[in-house]
């Protein structure tokens, strides 16, 4: 049995960080899928983690795990495939290490990614986030940190990461103010800061205590400001706000969504996806390309500039075979009891009635259908009355 421990230290001390030059946002969250992946097989096999061994951690236990994301913690399918991305590269890790693994190690490989659904992006309307940035009571230390962090977030479509990670050092307010990101992917980009923004940080740099930390936000222990805590004030302030903006309140939003909701503003400002995704600070203009999806002017302007084929006029006119069906003595086999005068002069008026809808475009094509049901419906009414 070949235990698991050394080879997870290994591969999380020396392997992302020094050989491959991870960033420490990807060496936490390949840690954090390692420790639910460990305790979930803890639990399964009724053994400690640290006494784990790699003989044990085979394809069906991966596939159970990941099972269990989806059905116990609720997590759809992009988080479900980022803990197996972790797994897979964990593996192709200990293929050079443990060689005598490498069927089990090729049969985990072999897992398949699960395919997800690609939905509209999540954003908020003009009103909703103005609601949201004028939540922030401005006449109160927290209010002016809360409100300068949801302008620059929104402002900078920055993501969470990025926002708590700025430090002052990065921020140019004389000038040309403008703000420089440390992103994904170790790239940096340089962002122009709008007057009301640049207003907001100065409000807040006015009343942030002379602490040692650089970071620029910082919460009510004097500590650096975490995702989970600017999370907790973006939803504290949305439900605020949810008494102006009643809409608010049918929406899940996210610091993600203020992301997405800056995205969407410059490409209807600029209709330019270059520089949507240099705002960003995307990678690929190709992973802009789902803001196109959501924002309805750029269709607007096809349905516009599109001359749509004109439909032939005409009009319906009915059929010898319907009138005569329609003066049949007998229909759909139902025959005429005792009542026949009555029932007789029942059926001509609702007759008369059809076929003088059809000749006045009162009755489409789809609706003979409904009119032979009534008849129907009528014929077998009759003994009833």
């Known amino acids: 049995m070949t235990p698991i421990a050394p080879h997870i230290t290994a591969y999380l001390k020396e392997r992302l960080p020094v050989e491959r030059g991870a960033s420490d946002h990807t060496c936490a969250s390949y840690a954090y899928a390692f420790k639910l992946f460990f305790d979930y097989a803890s639990k399964r096999l009724k053994v400690p983690p640290s006494a784990l061994c790699l003989e044990q951690l085979d394809a069906p236990l991966v596939i159970g795990f990941l099972n269990h994301l989806e059905t116990e913690r609720g997590n759809g399918p992009g988080s479900r495939n980022s803990r197996l991305t972790a797994i897979k590269s964990f593996m192709h890790f200990l293929e050079y290490r443990v060689p005598a693994a490498l069927d089990q190690i090729r049969r985990i490989l072999a897992i398949p990614a699960k395919k997800a659904d690609t939905r509209l992006v999540r954003h908020l309307t003009v009103e909703e986030i103005k609601a949201v940035l004028d939540a922030p009571q401005p006449t109160t230390r927290d209010g002016v940190r809360d409100r300068a962090m949801l302008y620059l977030c929104f402002a900078g479509g920055l993501r969470v990461s990025e926002l708590v990670g700025?430090?002052?050092?990065?921020?140019?307010?004389?000038?040309?103010a403008n703000l420089v990101v440390h992103g994904k992917g170790r790239k940096e980009r340089c962002l122009p800061l709008w007057k009301e923004t640049v207003t907001a940080l100065k409000a807040w740099l006015a009343v942030r205590d002379a602490v040692?930390?650089?970071?620029?936000?910082?919460n009510a222990r004097g500590q650096p400001m975490t995702r989970y805590g600017f999370e907790y004030i973006l939803d504290k302030h949305v439900h605020a706000a949810t008494e102006r903006c009643p809409?608010?309140?049918k929406k899940r939003i996210s610091p993600h969504v203020l992301r997405h909701t800056c995205a969407l503003t410059v490409l209807q400002a600029t209709n330019d996806l270059r520089k949507?995704?240099?705002?960003?600070?995307?990678s690929s203009v190709q992973t802009t390309e789902i803001y196109t999806r959501a924002d309805p002017s750029v269709k607007l302007e096809v349905l516009e500039s599109v001359v749509a084929p004109k439909l032939r006029s005409g009009r319906f006119k009915a059929t010898d075979e319907l009138i005569a069906s329609l003066q049949a003595a007998t229909l759909c086999g139902v025959k005429r009891g005792r009542n026949n005068l009555v029932s007789g002069a029942r059926e001509s008026g609702l007759r008369i009635f059809i076929e003088s809808a059809f000749n006045h475009k009162m009755l489409y094509p789809t609706n003979v259908h409904?009119?032979?049901s009534l008849l129907v419906?009528?014929?077998?009414l009759q003994p009833h009355f």
């Not at 430090?167 to 004389?174: E, F, G, K, V």
């Not at 040692?212 to 910082?218: D, G, K, M, T």
């Not at 949507?276 to 995307?282: D, F």
């Not at 419906?377 to 077998?380: E, M, T």
């Open 212 to 218: 040692s930390v650089p970071e620029l936000f910082l």
């Open 166 to 176: 700025l430090r002052i050092d990065q921020l140019t307010l004389h000038g040309h």
């Open 276 to 282: 949507v995704s240099l705002w960003l600070g995307h």
């Open 247 to 249: 809409s608010l309140a």
């Open 377 to 380: 419906v009528f014929a077998r």
């Open 370 to 372: 409904l009119a032979t």
